[in-house]
C-alpha cells in the first residue's frame, strides 16, 4: 500500500524513518486522512516539507491552521536596530573557575 501513496507522503516518510519513532509518528500522519480531506493532509505535508520540519507536530499545525483559515507562512522578522546586540556573547567557560573559592568545599561533581 505504501507504493501507492502520493509522493509528497513517500518523501515524508523517507525523512521521517531515520528518526526514532517516526514509523509512529507516520502512521498517525497517515490516519489523518481517516478524520480530514487526503488533499488537505497532503497539503500540510508539502507545506511541511517545503519548510524544512517533516514532524507530525508540524503536519498537525499546519493541517489545523489550513482547516481553520489561518495563514500558514509567518512573516520574517526584521528587528529593530535598537535589540541589535552592541556586544556579542564570548562562550568562556573559564570565567566558571573564577567563581569557585580556593580550598572550597564542591557541592556538585
Same mark, same amino acid.
Given at each position: 500500500? +505504501? ?5 509528497? +507522503? ?19 500522519? @497517515? $490516519?489523518? !486522512? ?5 488533499? &488537505? !493532509? ?19 499545525? @499546519? @493541517? ?7 495563514? *500558514?507562512?509567518?512573516?520574517? !522578522?526584521?528587528?529593530? &536596530?535598537?535589540?541589535?546586540? $552592541? ?11 573564577? @567563581?569557585? *573559592?580556593?580550598?572550597? *568545599?564542591?557541592?556538585?561533581?
Amino acid at each position: 500500500p +505504501f507504493v501507492e501513496m502520493p509522493e509528497p +507522503f513517500r518523501m515524508l516518510q523517507a525523512k521521517i524513518l531515520r528518526q526514532p519513532g517516526g514509523d509512529r509518528e507516520m502512521v498517525d500522519i @497517515l $490516519s489523518l !486522512v481517516l478524520h480530514h480531506d487526503e488533499q &488537505a !493532509v497532503l497539503c500540510a505535508v508539502e507545506l511541511a516539507l517545503e519548510a524544512g520540519v517533516p514532524t507530525k507536530t508540524h503536519v498537525l499545525n @499546519l @493541517l489545523h491552521r489550513l482547516l481553520d483559515g489561518k495563514p *500558514t507562512d509567518q512573516p520574517d !522578522v526584521n528587528p529593530p &536596530a535598537a535589540l541589535t546586540l $552592541s556586544k556579542e556573547p564570548e562562550a568562556n567557560v573559564a570565567r566558571y573557575d573564577g @567563581l569557585r *573559592t580556593p580550598g572550597g *568545599t564542591r557541592h556538585a561533581s
